[in-house]
């Protein structure tokens, strides 16, 4: 299978589908979440899904309503205004890395596997992770395992990435694992490896600069009383998108007009995040860590 949808059921309840109204899922993946919006729309209902990963495109669905952009949600609204579409009724929008990423070993996303250090979401894009791996210099690197990866010690793991690159460049998965071997803690390799490989993810598809343009566009295209559905899978996206959500900004600095009223663009519909049942967490593991958050435009 190639992605098991998350918060499935929790993330299209909340969007309160009009079934007459034009929505998107600005990340298609395997399909899970824009079949079950599409089974609540009616005949006049529409929607456009995004993904720039062109695997997905074998997951289209033959449906009259349905239009599928390969292409990176952060152009959302140029794109959808190439449809002629320039405004919506909800955005859903799923930041998990899919399992046929995680599982498919030639993509580089796994330290499960040994393969060349890939990443890119975008196959026809130039970066990947062997290139930010060997072209960045140890100031820049342990600024992206701090930030990206929250590791501890980032400089200590840049170190050793220079030192290594200088006799041979580090090309594969197992080339990286035996480069840091020396700094990985001792009975917390696996979270060790997942916050390395999420940093190197992060970087080498710009996604949180993806995120925040997604975020502000969504401002500008959903209708008053549209929706957006969020879900998320750590700390860095969660913060931003609770902050969007509360204020409008990402910094989560409250706003306020000329005569001092707080000013907000959105209402909340959860106060806090929607957390995956423990059944779900039994069924599909990888879905322990998400978050959803929903608000409705003002």
Do not use: W
Request: glycine letters at 8%.
């Amino acid at each position: 299978m190639y992605h098991t949808p998350v918060l499935l059921n929790p993330s299209v309840d909340l969007l309160n589908i009009n079934p007459a109204g034009t929505y998107v899922d600005a990340t298609f993946g395997g399909g899970g979440h824009s079949r079950e919006i599409l089974s609540r729309l009616g005949k006049k209902g529409r929607l456009y899904s995004f993904d720039q990963d062109k695997d997905t495109l074998a997951n289209a669905i033959d449906d009259k309503r349905f239009t599928l952009i390969n292409n990176n949600f952060k152009f959302l609204r140029g794109c959808l205004r190439a449809e002629g579409v320039e405004s919506v009724d909800g955005i859903l929008a799923d930041y998990g890395v899919s399992s046929h990423h995680f599982d498919t070993p030639e993509r580089g996303f796994s330290f499960r596997f040994d393969a060349p250090l890939d990443m890119r979401m975008n196959q026809s894009a130039d970066q990947t992770a062997a290139n930010v791996i060997n072209e960045y210099d140890d100031a820049r690197l342990a600024h992206i395992f701090g930030e990206y990866g929250e590791l501890e010690r980032p400089f200590r793991i840049a170190n050793a990435i220079v030192a290594a690159r200088e006799n041979t460049p580090v090309l594969t998965i197992g080339e990286l694992l035996e480069v840091v071997d020396k700094v990985t803690p001792r009975g917390g390799e696996s979270k060790f490896r997942a916050k390395l490989f999420q940093a190197l993810r992060i970087e080498v598809n710009g996604e949180m600069e993806a995120l925040e343009m997604m975020l502000e566009q969504s401002l500008k295209i959903l209708k008053p009383g549209g929706r957006l559905s969020v879900i998320t899978y750590h700390s860095l996206e969660d913060r931003l998108v609770k902050n969007f959500m509360k204020t409008g900004t990402f910094n989560g600095k409250v706003q306020k007009d000329f005569y001092g009223n707080i000013s907000t663009p959105f209402e909340l519909v959860t106060r806090k995040a929607v957390e995956p049942s423990e059944a779900e967490i039994a069924e599909n593991s990888r879905s322990r860590s998400a978050r959803l958050r929903v608000a409705t435009k003002l």
